[in-house]
């Protein structure tokens, strides 16, 4: 870009100021909506990177504007014209700068935006974890209780079998008990009956040894009686 300086002030810094202002109130009008943008939300803040890029842009085109004004009114060779140009170069200087400190505010706070919802991601993201975590202790915690709960239901049931083995063992044992006592009392009539049949078997031989001795004195009786007869 040709630089020189006509008339007293130089109509090419003047093209420079103008296009410097034209930035700085675009950038301007760039920083509020990206501001207004940033309060409309209630989550803190929508981010827009083109405007804020493009505010950013502008900004650092003004500075790269004010760099070359502040050369060329160095140049002026009037002392009035020269004071003049340095105090409008340096307020375009500063506002650029005051610009600048809102955009840089305003990405600082974008940043933290982005870091929290970054934060709460992940916390989030542990929280679930860990309370998937915790589901998994308790469904294994659950499954271990259904498998107490399903040996004690099985060990109650051995019981009741075991119970019901010993008490039909204790009624055989009782029946058993009384067939013995049965038996016992037969054995005993068996064996008094024995007895009975042995006495009277002796009788009976008694009694056939008696019958024959009087047969046997009957025939000596009548033997001598029909002797002293003849």
């Known amino acids: 870009m040709a630089m020189t300086i006509e008339g007293g002030g130089g109509g090419t810094l003047s093209a420079i100021y103008q296009s410097a202002r034209k930035l700085l109130l675009k950038a301007r009008?760039?920083?509020?909506?990206?501001?207004?943008?940033?309060?409309?939300t209630s989550n803190g803040g929508l981010d827009?990177?083109?405007?804020?890029?493009?505010?950013k842009k502008d900004i650092s085109q003004i500075q790269s504007l004010c760099a070359e004004m502040d050369r060329?009114?160095?140049?002026?060779?009037?002392?009035?014209?020269?004071?003049?140009?340095?105090?409008?170069?340096?307020?375009?200087?500063?506002?650029?700068?005051?610009?600048?400190?809102?955009?840089?505010?305003?990405?600082?706070?974008n940043q933290r935006r982005m870091k929290e919802a970054q934060e709460?991601?992940?916390l989030l993201?542990?929280?679930?974890?860990?309370?998937?975590?915790?589901?998994?202790?308790?469904?294994?915690?659950a499954q271990a209780m259904q498998s107490v709960q399903n040996s004690k239901r099985m060990l109650e049931d051995s019981?009741?079998?075991?119970?019901?083995?010993?008490?039909?063992?204790?009624?055989?044992?009782?029946?058993?008990?009384r067939a013995q006592r049965k038996a016992l009392d037969v054995l005993n009539t068996v064996g008094l009956s024995n007895s009975v049949l042995r006495l009277i078997e002796r009788r009976n031989r008694v009694d056939t040894w008696i019958k024959y001795f009087g047969m046997g004195v009957t025939i000596v009786i009548l033997y001598f009686f029909v002797s002293w007869r003849g």
């Not at 009008?29 to 409309?40: A, F, K, N, P, Q």
């Not at 014209?81 to 990405?107: G, I, T």
């Open 120 to 122: 709460r991601a992940e």
């Open 48 to 55: 827009s990177p083109e405007l804020s890029f493009a505010v």
């Open 72 to 109: 060329l009114w160095r140049s002026i060779a009037s002392k009035p014209q020269r004071d003049l140009w340095k105090r409008k170069v340096e307020q375009v200087a500063e506002e650029a700068e005051s610009l600048k400190e809102s955009l840089d505010r305003y990405f600082a706070r």
């Open 159 to 177: 019981l009741s079998t075991g119970s019901a083995i010993l008490t039909k063992y204790s009624e055989q044992r009782e029946r058993l008990k």
């Open 125 to 141: 993201g542990r929280a679930n974890g860990e309370s998937s975590h915790v589901l998994r202790i308790f469904d294994e915690e």
């Open 29 to 40: 009008d760039g920083i509020e909506r990206v501001e207004r943008l940033e309060s409309s």
